[in-house]
């Protein structure tokens, strides 16, 4: 078994990534924090205390609307409502004797990419892994608010979203591998493009966030997956 030590390094390697694609996505959300009257200092502290592009959007729109700090709180938590479905996979993922706080700590991070490469950990998931992954991912998604509020409005439009294609990049280093290695999960990708393509495609559920869409369509993939192509759990050395 690695040490904890070796994990946080592990961690910190496979976060670097992350954080690169965040530093680059965060200069639009750092845009949008100083159109909402933002200071560099507010959204960069914004950013470190939420680490959720969608929920950190819908606030900096809202503010910027005028709303009051109910509908900011309701909206927020709808649009990181999916994270509550991750944090329950990790909470799995996690060997049973790991105590509330580590349980807490991982939780407070559990992001798109690190919930990825967090799941995809071999065996149990050592916490200091995800610390490691977040100890970079973290500054950088401040650091890229707080750099996008002072110089983002100076960068030309194209050169701000060509740098955020960083983060496919990442999301096909993570589901390509398991994807070659197995027909199965190969087919549960494909069936998630297709139905996430089709969930923001029809007119019908245009009023459903985007957010609530990811959960559904996570349940419904992973509860038929689970029942159809069951795994049976790793053997603990």
């Given amino acids: 078994m690695e040490s904890n030590q070796t ?75 999916r994270y509550l479905l991750m944090s329950c996979a990790l909470s799995q993922k996690l060997a049973p004797e790991t105590g509330l706080g580590h349980r807490m700590l991982v939780a407070f991070d559990v992001t798109d990419e690190i919930f990825g490469v967090s799941i995809a950990f071999p065996g149990r998931l050592n916490p200091f892994y995800t610390y490691g992954a977040m100890a970079v991912a973290i500054p950088g998604w401040a650091l890229g608010t ?28 993570i589901i390509v591998p398991p994807a070659r290695e197995s027909r199965v999960v190969l087919a549960l990708v494909l069936l998630s493009f297709a139905a996430s393509w089709a969930a923001a495609s029809l007119p019908a559920l245009a009023a459903v966030s985007s957010g609530v869409k990811t959960i559904v369509l996570t349940v419904a993939i992973s509860l038929g997956a689970a029942v159809l192509f069951p795994v049976a759990e790793e053997a603990e050395t």
Avoid: H
């Fill in 7 to 81: 994990c946080f390094r592990r961690g910190v390697r496979d976060g670097m990534p992350i954080a690169l694609g965040y530093f680059a996505v965060a200069f639009t959300l750092g845009i949008a924090a100083k159109n909402a009257g933002f200071s560099a200092v507010q959204a960069m502290v914004e950013s470190l205390t939420n680490n959720a592009s969608a929920g950190e959007y819908a606030v900096f729109s809202l503010v910027s609307a005028g709303a009051g700090y109910w509908e900011v709180a309701v909206m927020t938590l709808v649009a990181n409502a």
């Fill in 146 to 173: 707080f750099l996008g509020v002072v110089v983002g409005n100076v960068l030309p439009l194209r050169l701000v979203s060509a740098l955020s294609v960083g983060l496919y990049g990442m999301f096909l280093a």
